[in-house]
């Protein structure tokens, strides 16, 4: 569809993504896991092509608004339609979508959690865990099976840092470390994605605790 319609119709659905959007930050920074303006979060708006509503660059992640959102390409650069051209959309957006496109995801969480920052800078080759019944909740056995969480280098330089994400990426692990930087974590939609964000920062704890 093409048009006013087709307009009024996705100004809707990126209203909503930025209400989402918001509404988690918000939760994120209140457990302090988005402290400052640290992490940001997306949607997978369009697949093909590949198109995200991800959050702004350099706001409080506890007080974002449902207008704090910007529709970035595969390269995470703003689209050039959109209701505010002069929001800057997130530093990470890039590796936003580059997460989204190796994952099949439909919504991508990046939060500046500790355990994730401990666990990397522990286990810098991958951090591996076993015999826990919370790793039911990223999809794997409470038993006798060994996951291990990828950790990649920090760079400023998105490509780079995606790159070696495709490097690691386990279709079975929905989650990433960043050493010296953070996490990523992703699921079919916004709810999964928070669901395996708090369930991997839970069995990075649990491994930097019992190291
Ligand atoms: C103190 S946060 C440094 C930048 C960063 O790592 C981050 O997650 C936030 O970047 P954004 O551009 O999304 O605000
Ligand atoms: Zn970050």
Not at 182 to 203: K, P, S
Request: charged share 25%; glycine share 10%.
């Amino acid at each position: 569809m093409t048009g006013p319609d087709y307009r009024v119709e996705a100004r809707g659905v990126l209203e909503a993504a930025g209400k989402a959007l918001a509404a988690e930050s918000a939760r994120f920074a209140g457990i302090g896991w988005m402290r400052g303006t640290s992490g940001n979060l997306s949607i997978v708006l369009n697949r093909n092509p590949l198109r995200l509503a991800v959050t702004v660059s350099g706001l409080d992640k506890g007080e974002l608004t449902s207008a704090d959102v910007v529709v970035v390409d595969e390269y995470g650069r703003a689209v050039e339609e959109q209701p505010r051209p002069d929001l800057i959309p997130s530093a990470e957006a890039e590796l936003h979508a580059r997460v989204a496109s190796l994952s099949g995801a439909g919504a991508v969480v990046h939060v500046h959690a500790l355990q994730a920052v401990l666990a990397g800078h522990w286990w810098p080759d991958g951090i591996e865990l076993r015999d826990l019944e919370m790793l039911k909740g990223i999809g794997r056995l409470a038993h006798d099976e060994t996951v291990a969480i990828p950790v990649v280098p920090n760079s400023q330089d998105m490509k780079v840092l995606g790159d070696d994400v495709a490097k690691v990426f386990d279709p079975g692990v929905p989650a990433v470390v960043v050493a010296r930087h953070g996490m990523y974590a992703w699921g079919r939609d916004l709810l999964q994605a928070r669901h395996h964000t708090e369930i991997v920062e839970f069995l990075l704890q649990f491994k930097v605790e019992t190291r």
